[in-house]
């Protein structure tokens, strides 16, 4: 016989203690991904939609694809119109703006 009875009768069912403690490394590791990605990207979702929710004419920004421009008129809806250059508009999508330079100052 290959198989002796004693490994034979070694596997027996599972107690209830047993199936805690093998969750609790799970849990533990989901609350670490919790705390470590999920809240920090979240955070910062919530940053970006308050800058683009703000844009203003006049406003300094900078594009996701690294252009650089002065806010020239804020439309309706997702697009604004950006001068990059001296008589020079495209407009773009509010979600694309990364980064706001510097903000203009309010009219007195």
């Known amino acids: 016989m290959l198989i002796t ?3 034979a009768q070694a596997a027996g069912g599972g107690d209830a203690t047993s199936f805690i403690t093998s969750l609790v490394p799970l849990i533990l590791i989901f609350v670490i991904f919790y705390f470590l990605l999920i809240r920090p990207q979240q955070k910062r979702a919530k940053e970006h ?16 694809g690294g252009i650089l421009g002065k806010v020239t008129r804020v439309k309706e809806g ?4 950006v001068e990059i250059a001296e008589n020079t508009r495209v407009r773009v999508y509010r979600s694309t703006v990364t980064a706001v330079l510097s903000r203009s100052e309010p009219a007195g």
Do not use: H, N, W
């Not at 939609?49 to 996701?64: C, E, H, P, Y």
């Not at 997702?78 to 119109?81: A, G, L, M, S, V």
């Open 49 to 64: 939609k308050q800058m683009v929710a703000s844009l203003k004419r006049g406003d300094q920004i900078v594009t996701g």
């Open 78 to 81: 997702e697009e604004i119109e």
């Open 5 to 7: 009875p004693a490994y």
